[in-house]
């Protein structure tokens, strides 16, 4: 079966210009997620969809960052203003979802941010 | 509050046995996921734990302790391409996954 896609796979922007990220979940995947992973530490979430709906966003720094999954399918994931502190490594991953706590999450390859 | 606590860095010899130890205190326990993260890629799934006891796949086993908090990931005959992070995550019952910052495993010849 085909993974999480995601593009761009690196991007370079100046401080306060816009970026945006995609990612296609593996079909059939219900649960999709937003991680921003900075050098040395652990993912930290983002925002969690299921189907459409925001399950969790309760870290989203949501004066900068907005998200969306319209269709249930695709997602994208937009910085606008960066600030150099975005610098980090941007994760999908997806899940099948609900009455499946026991499936893993499975990542897309990241793409790696860089504000100059 | 939600806290997962591992080892930051680690040495092993290559052959030898390291087992990697995951702490945690969180709310909604719904399982235990290790993950291997190698430098510049993502990270791919281990193992899951639910029930108390050892998982055992290949190389690599996964322990988990529900009622101490606790679980540890065992690695045999270490390789050379085990270099890599290992994460710890837990999973709540809104999905939720709280990840530890990881264990950098480095194997010496």
């Known amino acids: 079966e085909a993974g999480v896609a995601q593009s761009p796979r690196y991007k370079i922007i100046e401080k306060r210009q816009s970026v945006a990220f995609w990612c296609n979940p593996i079909s059939g995947h219900a649960t999709l997620y937003w991680y921003q992973q900075i050098l040395g530490q652990g993912p930290k979430l983002l925002i969690q969809f299921q189907n459409n709906g925001v399950v969790d966003d309760s870290q989203l720094p949501k004066d900068r960052f907005s998200a969306e999954r319209l269709k249930g399918v695709d997602s994208t994931l937009k910085i606008q203003p960066a600030k150099l502190e975005d610098s980090a490594v941007y994760l999908c991953?997806?899940?099948?979802?609900?009455?499946?706590?026991?499936?893993?999450?499975?990542f897309g390859d990241g793409t790696r941010l860089s504000i100059l | 509050g939600q806290n997962i606590d591992q080892p930051t860095e680690m040495t092993a010899t290559e052959g030898a046995i390291v087992q990697i130890n995951c702490t945690y205190q969180t709310s909604g326990f719904n399982g235990l996921f290790w993950y291997q993260q190698h430098a510049g890629e993502a990270p791919t799934f281990l193992s899951y734990n639910v029930l108390d006891g050892l998982e055992e796949k290949g190389r690599f086993s996964s322990f988990l302790s529900r009622s101490k908090g606790y679980s540890y990931l065992l690695l045999k005959e270490l390789q050379m391409k085990d270099s890599a992070s290992y994460l710890c995550?837990?999973?709540?019952?809104?999905?939720?996954?709280?990840w530890g910052a990881g264990t950098k495993l480095i194997i010496k010849p």
């Open positions: 991953a997806s899940s099948l979802g609900k009455g499946n706590k026991n499936q893993p999450q499975h």
């Open positions: 995550a837990v999973i709540r019952s809104n999905y939720q996954l709280i």
